[in-house]
């Protein structure tokens, strides 16, 4: 049995050269799932997303959703992209077992928690304020270098990481330090700074954007002192669950994170097209 991909609709363009199209997951020209493969909206025309890749339940476990992911790549070429990328929810254990087999790695992931009831105390001598004018400055110029070295270090070219970097912040901070329902946050041990902290507060829910313990007063304490401030300013503001990211290969966060109770909730993979 011969498994392909037939197109169900005319490849979608854009002038700014974004592709997108839906395909059948065939067997023998019998339709089993769907895929839908498109050109990444951040990262543009060089890189390709699985959107949408299903198999139906009586058609799993014989490899069809291995043939169809390995034909999108395929395609991905014929556009000329690069990369190509997806998003699998934690619980779609399948998935990653088939993007791992396929040769995808972890680039980051996204982690949540339910909130307390009460805000977590802070370490003996430790305060938690809110980030000057002064300080954002050189804050944003360090912030924004470094999450394009990540994205770098990730696969990402460095003219995409720092175009990255720049439209992000603009985006997610446009007052500064006086954007609405963000907490931008400095956290001092015994009256000098240790680190800093990027809330932002949504509906319901808050996502931690960074968190930063400075080289110096690492291995302290002040990572999970940092997570206190930032769910003791959600609650405050209140929220019931509060969000974040992290790399993959950072180990020391994983694991800070793991300990207060985040689990992850989506994984983002990608995989270089040679």
């Given at each position: 049995?011969?498994?392909?991909l ?7 363009r854009?002038?700014?050269?974004s592709r ?9 020209s ?17 890189v390709?997303q699985i959107?949408?890749?299903s198999v139906?339940d009586?058609?799993r ?11 999108a ?15 699998v929810p934690a ?10 087999a ?22 003996e001598?430790?305060v ?14 360090h912030?924004k270098?470094?999450?394009?070295r ?12 720092h175009?990255k970097a720049e439209?992000d912040h ?10 609405p329902d ?22 319901g829910?808050a ?6 313990v ?7 304490g ?16 209140g929220a019931?669950r ?17 300990s207060?109770?985040y689990?992850?909730?989506?994984l ?6 040679l």
């Amino acid at each position: 049995m011969t498994t392909t991909l037939r197109p169900t609709e005319p490849l979608q363009r854009t002038p700014d050269g974004s592709r997108s199209r839906h395909y059948a997951v065939c067997v023998n020209s019998r339709p089993v799932g769907t895929l839908h493969l498109a050109t990444h909206p951040v990262f543009g025309p060089s890189v390709a997303q699985i959107l949408e890749l299903s198999v139906d339940d009586k058609d799993r476990g014989r490899g069809r959703g291995t043939v169809a992911a390995l034909a999108a790549e395929e395609v991905a070429r014929s556009w000329n992209c690069r990369r190509v990328e997806l998003a699998v929810p934690a619980e779609a254990r399948n998935m990653l077992r088939l993007a791992g087999a396929l040769g995808y790695v972890e680039r980051n992931r996204n982690m949540a928690k339910a909130l307390p009831e009460q805000p977590p105390a802070l370490l003996e001598g430790t305060v938690g304020r809110r980030m000057t004018e002064a300080e954002y400055g050189p804050w944003l110029a360090h912030t924004k270098a470094a999450y394009a070295r990540t994205w770098v270090e990730r696969g990402a070219t460095e003219e995409e990481a720092h175009q990255k970097a720049e439209r992000d912040h603009a985006a997610l901070l446009p007052d500064g330090v006086a954007t609405p329902d963000v907490l931008l946050g400095v956290l001092e041990h015994e009256g000098e700074r240790v680190g800093t902290l990027w809330v932002a507060q949504r509906p319901g829910e808050a996502f931690v954007f960074d968190v930063e313990v400075a080289a110096e007063h690492q291995g302290r304490g002040h990572g999970r002192a940092l997570m206190a401030f930032a769910e003791a300013d959600s609650i405050a503001a209140g929220a019931t669950r509060i969000g974040l990211n992290v790399f993959a290969g950072n180990a020391t966060a994983l694991g800070l994170y793991t300990s207060l109770g985040y689990e992850p909730t989506t994984l983002y993979l990608y995989k270089q097209l040679l």
